[in-house]
């Protein structure tokens, strides 16, 4: 096991590391002899670590005379603040499986001369037997020893917030005082790691970015390529600049999101969300990925509404994600259901796409059911709010989720329909939207047009 702790450089920034370090791993790394793990985090106050599991001693260190040789990666070295990176290797007693891991706690020390080390090893895996294998979120504990005696020990845990909260109990157990009586608590340094984007889907990192809304956590914005971020929201400005100054603007309060629901279609990221951005807003986002970064994001936003004539909210209803084999087909019948119906007027198909029998409805003026739909679109009609579809830009999906992105008018107003649909048997069983007007040219603040 090679740890490596380091700064990195006053003018790297940390997105541009994230992305550079994920690059190393992928292209240097991950192709040297004797490789097997390799894993990257970064404490609260900025501390970085980087470790990797290999072999062998040999293995590590060739592969450390060859990167330091390497001129493809000195632009990567040159964002490592140099005076204060530090590297060990220690041999473990077990291979690495805590795959599903986001945090890290790495404990470094030498324990007292005349230690009986055969004593003391039995108290260190009593800890985990005891009391740390038992707490919520635990995933593995490795222990190990670098040629001068000096301890490694490893914990791995699912969350930040399970490693915290095993924190203080850990400190009154009985066990802990047998444990540390051993060390020589002068020499031990404790690291506390938040992995980058090792193990987190794609999903999972939308959702991190927007949960960063709430809790202000910096982390997640190296899931932006800063190189690359093509923004559609028309009232932010293009790039990873735009939305540090979106940031930065915030109001005194901040922003919030509630991600309340989150699918994957292939390289792209959907999820619907209730926000508080200058007010409660429901929201569909839309992040498309490379290489794991999001590259691209589009979104509709729209004033939060009292429920409907039906009682539902814009949020409420199913989120059970199923039928994953039926992705294709379900976004097939979306298609349909717009070309046919909604944009060449053939209204006496609908119910081939949409249930007859159950129809729930969440758009805040329509009540459930095809009746429903036929009353809100009579009356729209009346007063000339005719709803029109005309272009289907993206028809994304996961399982039993389709969500659509259309462009069109509603009356006069160039507008932008987000719709998300739920089936069941090949039929739409429940709806939600966010219909907004698309605004006018002189108004946008990035040139990439909303779709």
Request: charged share 25%; no cysteine; aromatic share 12%.
């Amino acid at each position: 096991m090679e740890v490596t702790t380091f700064n990195i450089s006053a003018d790297a920034s940390a997105s541009a590391f994230a992305q550079r370090d994920a690059q190393v791993e992928n292209d240097f790394t991950s192709k040297q002899p004797g490789f097997i793990k390799r894993q990257s985090g970064v404490d609260d106050k900025g501390n970085y670590v980087v470790i990797v599991y290999w072999k062998s001693v040999a293995d590590a260190t060739a592969s450390m005379n060859k990167f330091m040789a390497d001129a493809s990666v000195a632009d990567y070295t040159k964002m490592i603040d140099g005076p204060t990176m530090k590297m060990s290797r220690y041999a473990i007693d077990k291979p690495f499986n805590a795959e599903k891991s986001q945090f890290v706690e790495i404990m470094i020390f030498d324990v007292k001369p005349g230690t009986d080390m055969t004593k003391f090893t039995a108290t260190n895996y009593k800890v985990e037997t005891d009391f740390t294998g038992k707490r919520t979120g635990f995933l593995q504990r490795l222990i190990g020893a670098n040629e001068d005696g000096r301890q490694i020990v490893a914990v791995y845990w699912d969350t930040k917030a399970n490693s915290d909260a095993s924190m203080k109990p850990f400190m009154s157990a009985p066990i802990a005082k047998e444990f540390m009586g051993s060390m020589d608590l002068s020499t031990m340094t404790m690291g506390r790691y938040k992995f980058l984007n090792v193990g987190l889907t794609n999903k999972e990192k939308a959702v991190a970015l927007l949960n960063s809304f709430n809790t202000g956590d910096q982390a997640p914005i190296a899931y932006i390529n800063p190189n690359k971020y093509i923004q559609h929201n028309l009232s932010i400005g293009d790039g990873l600049a735009g939305f540090g100054a979106l940031m930065k603007n915030a109001p005194p309060q901040g922003f919030k999101a509630n991600v309340h629901r989150a699918f994957q279609d292939g390289d792209y990221v959907f999820t619907h969300t209730e926000y508080d951005f200058y007010g409660p807003k429901a929201g569909f986002d839309v992040f498309r990925f490379e290489e794991g970064l999001i590259v691209e994001h589009w979104d509709n936003l729209l004033e939060v509404q009292p429920p409907n004539p039906s009682g539902h909210t814009q949020f409420d209803g199913a989120t059970d994600i199923t039928d994953k084999e039926k992705t294709k087909a379900n976004k097939q019948v979306v298609r349909d259901l717009l070309e046919k119906v909604f944009m060449n007027g053939q209204m006496d198909k609908i119910a081939n796409y949409i249930s007859p029998k159950t129809y729930i409805q969440h758009n805040p003026q329509i009540g459930d059911g095809l009746d429903g739909l036929g009353s809100a679109m009579k009356a729209m009609g009346a007063k000339g709010m005719v709803m029109k579809y005309e272009t289907i830009h993206k028809i994304l999906g996961e399982g039993n989720f389709v969500l659509a992105m259309s462009e069109g008018k509603l009356g006069k107003q160039h507008t932008a329909y987000y719709d998300l649909f739920r089936l069941e048997n090949g039929l739409i069983v429940e709806h939600w939207d966010v219909i907004a007007p698309i605004p006018p040219k002189s108004e946008w603040k990035n040139d990439n047009g909303k779709f």
